[in-house]
């Protein structure tokens, strides 16, 4: 096959492939990104060498050429090739070639992707279904790639777990021998919380809340204070057992999204991140950082500068976007993608986890994914605010149309957000509809 003839083929491939414009280095690493390697063209790849000088030639560009197709088009691939030589045994051949690697095609699955990240939504108390989800999730072996966990509110808290070591079936254990209820805390529970309310910016101190996510965080590494830095550090040590955490919070300050990781606040508590996820607006006391990151324990000094943090949920309550940065991408697909105007790639390796109710999901899950918000049943005054809330809540955090195939839709059950005292056989309701959200994704 001479060159000229090789570089019609190359043409031919352009015109069929748009992705072959971006040529991976070696047949190995167009293999492993599209997950779909030829066996058979690996055979017959040193065979080909030898009968076309040109080949050897043009390696350059050429050699790169034929892998490609032989990897990711082996059907096509051999039937073109088939017609190029002009002798009946290589078309005998490369036909033979066409029988091997696209039937095995045809018969498997789609290969799963190789999840690095998964992130959790904030929905109060419903956060319990996470449970369920993460012990499905680990049954299909989905967790065990994972290198970073992000969360939202209730997302956070679950996300922090996941973080520190905890497995799915402690972390269901914690949650079903929590008492909930205890997290709203504070003395003289009306005039006190008159004046936290207008001072302190909540009804409740959530004290109560960051004591228990210490004690939880001590209890598997034996450090209470534990920052985001040193939790970095033991999953770099220990890959796999922990993970490094991003949990969000609201700069009412700043009037913007806050991400707090080992990379914007390394010596942040772990328990003050979720704290800080988790202040909802007015409920629970607001918390105050100074003008390093560090959190103000008390009242600040008089003059001394401020920031005003609460719950990211108000601004990033579904944050799936955490890690659509080159920097959290594999080397290959970070180096063929180019960011928008903010920075940001899509990133596959990102799985979602969302709470909704059961006629917004029907709405979701429809092929053309969510064009609108399924109506609201409103028959009285908490349904008046549940209504609200999600309408404005979904206003605030609208998801983009690409998130949804990466995104886990768990049914709320009719449950409110509300942190109260839930019994144990409504936990276990969400949980179960937390591993059936799972079972749903990846079945589809």
Known sequence: MDALTFRRLVLTWQKLALNFRRPAPTWQTAALSWQRPAPTFRRLAPGWQRLAPGFRREKRWSSTALRWAG?????IFGLLMATYFPTSFMRYLFLLSWLLGSLPALAQPAARPVYRNLVMEGGGIRGVAYGGALLELERQGVLAGLQRVGGTSAGAIQAALLAVGYSPQEIVEVVNNTPIQRFNDGRFLFFGGSHRLTRQFGWYRGDALTAHIMQLVARKTGNPNLTLQELHQLAQQQPGRYLDLYTTGTN?????VQVFSHETNPTLRVADAVRISMSIPLYFRAVLLDARGNVI?????????????VD???????????????RYLPTQLSASTAPDAAG????????????????????DTLPTGRQELAPYDINGFGSYIAALYNLTEETLNPTRAQDWSRTVSINTEGFAPKIKRMPDADKQRLMASGRRGVQAFFGR
């Not at 324990?297 to 943090?309: E, H, N, S």
């Open 71 to 75: 990897c990711n088009f082996p059907g």
């Open 252 to 256: 009412l300050t700043q009037q913007r």
């Open 297 to 309: 324990q008390g009242k600040p000094q008089k003059g001394q500068p401020v920031q005003v943090l």
């Open 312 to 326: 990211g949920g108000l601004l990033a309550n579904y944050p799936v976007e955490l890690f659509d940065y080159p």
């Open 344 to 363: 940001r790639v899509f990133n596959p390796e990102t799985l979602g986890l969302r709470l909704d109710r059961a006629e917004q999901i029907a709405c």
